[in-house]
């Protein structure tokens, strides 16, 4: 344990300032100097200068400026040193804080306090709203400091602290003002009294008062009485000079940081904000842009001034409570999974900056577009208002003043015991199959969720298990998705087919499915495409072809011997009307092309292609078969024309042929089939 | 997308990028409309996490035909779930409106006689539909989602 030297100066503990705390909170250094610096700010020119008063964790206290008797200037060497604060440090927090609990902000967010990294450290993240002084802070602040400031705590959270202090004060007051100087309870005070002035002012004008008649704080460690006592004294002596304040009492609430924990020199503070600093986040997580801080502060200053001349009831509602608002906001909209609960947003956010990625190649430093980035908070655990009790069938029935009297919602588990029974009808199979393409999209979002996880993550233990919970997961959805059979074999997931929003969503799952699953479902494509192409009304088909063309690339030789005679041999048409009518759909003839591409793509690759007896007069034939119709009728465009199937036709036919094929192809397309 | 807003816009959006905010609208005249009807406007002062309304200066106008009419109200605070919607009042736009002002007492009794046509042509609906032995629901019966 790091042992803090006696030089502390005890009055920092009540200097009005408002704090979050948490439980686990362990003051980093980083924080510490952080939080120091919060009350450095002051606007450039201020009345009657007296510089905020140091925040209480430090032990150092700040310099005035303006040269009054300063507390005693600690030098590099002297080092705080609480050991029974660290003695009493667990009980303490949990004592001091479950008491402020009670009266705490019920908006006050529990902040977990993160270790500091790189991002905590950059001075180039600003905090809003500080002006603060880097040369005061060099003078005195000291890097061993830091290290000492871990494990010191805050004097406040000390339970004898408290108890002490509530002991003069009595349990009434303390109820009376929690946060004296909240930045929460702002309006508490008059506002024509205090709000035009810097609060760091008066908090230190009564700091300096009674600091010269203390006696210099000895190097030896303070026994807890004599600490209790300087606090009383200073508590008596803060309080004195403003009798409408409510007694200062030590802020019970540490104040964390995030973000810059370097000072910066800001270049703004509205006079009318209460200078007392807010609520930070912990370390890691900027809160906004940087750019965005500054523009906002900046923007602020202009339109305060502005507004004040024209509307002098303006900005009742000061910039801290806004913060706060904005704050509370943020937090309830962060999300461990944005892709899932705001997509939208994020899709939009995705597509400016692949934009402005595109146009910054021109353009050197250009600006971010702003994001929202939600504070880092963990989460708590989220209220399910749904009763369910243990080994009840469905819901419970519970009133509520929109429904007197729910029903137990059973009419689904009805339809599912009776659907191999009771023979359905055209309409209520469609419902089924709308409905339960809707529930598979839900558990596809997840698949899709996790896939995006795991791309992200690199593959650790756990990584592998995500990639199981994954593959377990899509596969459930391709056998749900089989199940519906129009009552032919081979007739599985047509139902599903049928819909676009199936196309989509069995587009969506191919990647994630097992090599098996995704042969059998191009067989159920390819078998059934003329049915397929005839039903696909709204052109949908499309977006199926992608997912089925990396599936092809995969086939096998023989594989993709079975997969062209499932395309030109169907039980009702001949082998010729299906080329017709494939030919003249864009995905059937993308299809097409995209099985020749492969097929010429492993013959002239020279890997052994392990034929099965056949195969190879199957494949002349089809060549043949395709190269005639693709001669005869007309061709639409297809999605993507591969440029290996001219050097496949050529090695089957004779040029005349090819080149008939290629005038055809290429009028279709309306560019060349073979890269010249 | 350019980067180069015009200043409000900037503005706007350095506070909470993507989303909607009532921050922006603080200090600025707005037009509330009420869930009971009222047409509230007035000087947005502030808000909370709730949206609850604060408004200074505040006119509840009346409107009935062509013709409306301003009672001023003071300072109102609106519990957010009753509004409607909310719009902002540019005032430097010039109003050139076919509407006509006219003294509270004039309007408030074109309210009254709106009123009572409204209640006359119900109550003769409910009579013919009575005859024809259906009944429509009153509104405050039903259930209101």
């Known amino acids: 344990m790091r042992t803090l030297t006696p030089t502390t100066n005890f009055f920092f503990f009540f200097f009005p300032c408002h704090y979050v705390v948490d439980v686990d909170a362990q003051v980093t250094a980083e924080e510490a100097t952080s939080s120091l610096s919060q009350f450095a700010e002051l606007p450039p020119t201020p009345p009657p200068a007296s510089p905020p008063p140091p925040p209480p964790q430090l032990p150092v206290p700040k310099p005035c400026p303006n040269g009054a008797p300063s507390p005693p200037r600690h030098k590099p060497q002297s080092r705080p040193s609480f050991p029974y604060y660290q003695r009493g440090r667990a009980r303490g927090y949990r004592g001091g804080l479950y008491r402020e609990h009670m009266f705490e902000d019920p908006a006050v967010m529990r902040i977990v306090e993160g270790r500091p990294n790189i991002k905590s450290l950059d001075s180039a993240i600003v905090d809003f709203g500080n002006a603060m002084y880097r040369e005061n802070f060099e003078d005195w602040m000291v890097p061993t400091y830091r290290k000492n400031r871990r494990d010191s705590g805050s004097l406040l959270q000390d339970s004898a602290i408290v108890c002490v202090i509530d002991g003069p004060r009595g349990r009434g007051q303390r109820l009376d003002s929690p946060y004296p100087f909240s930045c929460f309870r702002g309006r508490r005070e008059p506002r024509g009294l205090y709000s035009r002035r810097p609060f760091c002012q008066r908090g230190l004008s009564q700091m300096q008062a009674p600091v010269p008649e203390t006696p210099a704080f000895s190097r030896q460690p303070l026994t807890p009485r004599q600490l209790y006592n300087q606090t009383g004294r200073f508590i008596s002596h803060s309080g004195r000079p403003c009798p409408s304040t409510p007694q200062s009492l030590p802020p019970k609430v540490l104040q964390l940081r995030f973000g810059a924990n370097s000072p910066t020199p800001s270049p703004f503070y509205s006079p009318s904000s209460n200078p007392v600093q807010h609520f930070r986040f912990p370390g890691p997580v900027t809160q906004l842009h940087p750019q965005h801080k500054r523009l906002l502060s900046q923007k602020q200053r202009i339109s305060h001034r502005k507004m004040e001349d024209l509307d002098p009831y303006c900005n009742i509602m000061t910039a801290k409570e806004k913060e706060w608002i904005i704050r509370l906001q943020m937090i309830q909209l962060q999300s461990e999974n944005p892709y899932l609960e705001d997509y939208y947003y994020q899709e939009y956010y995705r597509r400016i900056e692949a934009k402005m990625a595109e146009e910054e190649l021109g353009i050197r430093g250009k600006r971010e577009p702003p994001k929202l980035t939600t504070p880092y908070i963990t989460k708590t655990e989220a209220y399910t208002p749904v009763v369910h009790i243990e080994g009840s069938l469905g819901q419970v029935a519970v009133s509520t003043c929109y429904s007197p009297r729910r029903a137990i919602s059973a009419v689904h588990g009805v339809q599912a015991h009776t659907s191999h029974e009771v023979p359905k009808d055209i309409r209520q199979q469609r419902l089924e199959v709308l409905s339960q393409i809707e529930k598979l999209f839900m558990t596809l979002l997840e698949v899709e969720e996790s896939g995006r996880k795991n791309s992200s993550v690199p593959s650790e233990s756990e990584g592998g298990q995500l990639k199981e919970k994954t593959q377990w997961t899509a596969e459930h959805i391709y056998t749900q998705m089989k199940q519906h059979n129009l009552g032919e074999p081979g007739g599985e997931f047509l139902p599903f087919l049928f819909v676009s929003k199936g196309k989509k969503l069995l587009a969506r799952l191919l990647p994630f499915l097992k090599r098996e699953s995704t042969l059998k479902i191009l067989h159920i494509v390819t078998s059934n495409l003329p049915t397929l192409m005839s039903r696909d009304s709204e052109e949908s088909l499309p977006v199926l072809y992608q997912p089925l063309r990396n599936v092809i690339a995969a086939l096998t030789f023989s594989q993709l011997i079975r997969v062209l005679k499932d395309l030109t041999s169907s039980e009702s048409l001949s082998t010729y009307e299906c080329l017709t009518l494939v030919c003249q759909n864009k995905f059937g003839l993308s299809l097409l092309y995209a099985l020749l591409s492969q097929g010429e793509k492993l013959l002239s690759s020279g890997v052994p292609l392990e034929p099965s007896i056949g195969d190879f007069e199957t494949w002349t034939d089809t060549i043949f078969q395709v190269a005639g119709q693709l001669s005869q009728c007309s061709l639409v465009e297809p999605l993507n024309l591969p440029s290996n199937l001219l050097t496949l036709f050529c090695r089957y036919l004779d040029k005349r042929t090819v080149c008939q094929l290629k005038c055809n192809m290429e009028s279709a397309t309306g560019f060349l089939a073979l890269p010249s | ?145």
């Open chain 2, 1 to 145: 997308m350019s980067t180069e807003l015009p200043a409000k816009e900037q503005h706007k959006m350095n506070y909470v990028p993507g989303t909607a905010s009532l921050i922006d609208d603080i200090d600025k005249k707005h037009l509330v409309l009420l869930r009971d009807g009222r047409t509230l406007i007035g000087y947005l002062r502030s808000i909370d996490q709730f949206a609850n309304l604060v408004f200074h200066q505040t006119v509840e106008r009346i409107h009935v035909g062509k013709k409306f009419g301003d009672i001023p109200r003071g300072i109102f605070i609106v519990r957010g779930e009753n509004v409607v919607l909310l719009g902002e009042i540019d005032v430097d736009k010039p109003c050139d409106t076919v509407l006509q002002q006219v003294s509270i007492e004039e309007i408030l009794e074109e309210q009254r006689l709106q009123q009572q046509a409204k209640q006359e042509t119900e109550k003769v609906k409910m009579q013919v539909l009575k005859d024809r032995g259906l009944s429509v629901p009153k509104a405050d019966n039903l259930d209101e989602y």
